[in-house]
């Protein structure tokens, strides 16, 4: 349930980013979100592990990271395409997110540097966010 929890009030600080100038905002927030130590990829563990055998439990997990997919793929389809990131907004956000969960296994010094990628590669990097 805290997975959950997370995971929904982390698309609802999304949601609530400016149209046009939100992407670089939420690159941000869910970097840290996702980095290591922070609360939410440990609860992301455990419910999987909790939720093993559980349909219900399985699919309210599956759910609520969907949610803050597709809330990041309206981020970025009301934003005009920058950066080399290719694709549909679907794709865009599905590989910002799974780019963000791969932060939690990063060394922590080196989570700066991976956001500063996916800002790049978005077209929201220093001389552009």
């Known amino acids: 349930m805290e997975a959950e929890t997370r995971l929904l009030q982390l698309a609802g600080e999304l949601a609530a980013l400016p149209?046009?100038?939100?992407?670089?905002p939420a690159l941000r927030a869910l970097?840290?979100?996702h980095a290591p130590g922070a609360p939410l990829p440990r609860a992301m563990a455990e419910a999987w592990l909790q939720s093993r055998g559980d349909?219900?439990?399985m699919l309210a997990l599956a759910w609520a990271?969907?949610?803050l997919r597709l809330t990041l793929e309206e981020l970025l389809a009301r934003?005009?395409?920058r950066g080399t990131l290719p694709g549909a907004a679907e794709t865009r956000s599905w590989l910002i997110l799974a780019a963000c969960e791969a932060?939690?296994?990063e060394p922590p010094s080196a989570v700066a540097d991976r956001l500063r990628s996916l800002l790049e590669l978005t077209g929201h990097g220093p001389d552009r966010a």
Request: hydrophobic share 50%; charged share 25%; net charge positive.
């Open 55 to 57: 349909k219900i439990a």
């Open 65 to 67: 990271r969907e949610r």
């Open 103 to 105: 932060m939690a296994l």
């Open 31 to 33: 970097a840290g979100a």
């Open 19 to 24: 149209i046009g100038d939100g992407v670089a």
């Open 79 to 81: 934003t005009p395409i």
